[in-house]
């Protein structure tokens, strides 16, 4: 009979193997702790699959453990050591332009919100010379994402 070990922390699939049989009672097979005879999906790339031993059940969960992980609040860059989707305040891509576009869509950020501000003084004054300039920075700094 074949058996589906996982990790004892993160209950992910490690791999299968044989049991052995129970000395003591040769029509029983012997299942160690963190194993189970209900056999794992597929691997798919990106997911690993963690067992619920509640409910008797593999279940799938992004992993995007060793790639780069930027925090837009701080802008730290670490390689993600966590399971599942990423956290709120995290984005996932290449270390340098993640950064790099990050910092510009801050910058567009702040120009959205001057802009707002430009459009109200434009209606009450009919002058678009100020709405006209952060539209021109903001298309100055599209151009620069890469």
Same mark, same amino acid.
């Given at each position: 009979m074949k058996i589906y070990n996982y990790k004892y922390d993160t209950k992910e699939f490690l791999n299968e193997q044989i049991a052995k049989i129970n000395p003591l009672k040769k029509d029983e097979f012997l299942l160690p $702790?963190?194993?189970?005879?209900?056999?794992?999906?597929?691997? /798919?790339?990106? !997911?690993?699959?963690?067992?619920?031993?509640? &409910? $008797?059940?593999?279940?799938?969960?992004?992993? !995007?453990?060793?790639q780069y992980i930027h925090d837009i609040n701080t802008k730290?860059? !670490? &390689?993600?050591?966590?399971?599942?989707?990423?956290?709120?305040? *995290? &984005?996932?891509?290449?270390? /340098?332009?993640?950064? *790099?576009?990050? #910092?510009?869509?801050?910058?567009?950020?702040?120009?959205?919100?001057?802009?707002?501000?430009?459009?109200? #003084?434009f209606l009450i004054t009919n002058d678009n010379t100020r709405l006209l300039e952060l539209e021109k920075q903001a298309n100055d700094l599209r151009s620069q994402l890469l």
């Open positions: $702790k963190n194993s189970t005879t209900i056999k794992p999906p597929l691997k /798919e790339k990106g !997911f690993i699959f963690i067992y619920n031993e509640n &409910i $008797k059940k593999w279940e799938k969960f992004k992993d !995007f453990r060793g730290d860059s !670490f &390689i993600c050591d966590y399971i599942g989707e990423l956290k709120q305040n *995290h &984005i996932l891509g290449k270390e /340098e332009s993640k950064i *790099h576009n990050f #910092d510009i869509y801050l910058k567009l950020d702040e120009i959205d919100k001057k802009k707002v501000r430009a459009i109200t #003084d």
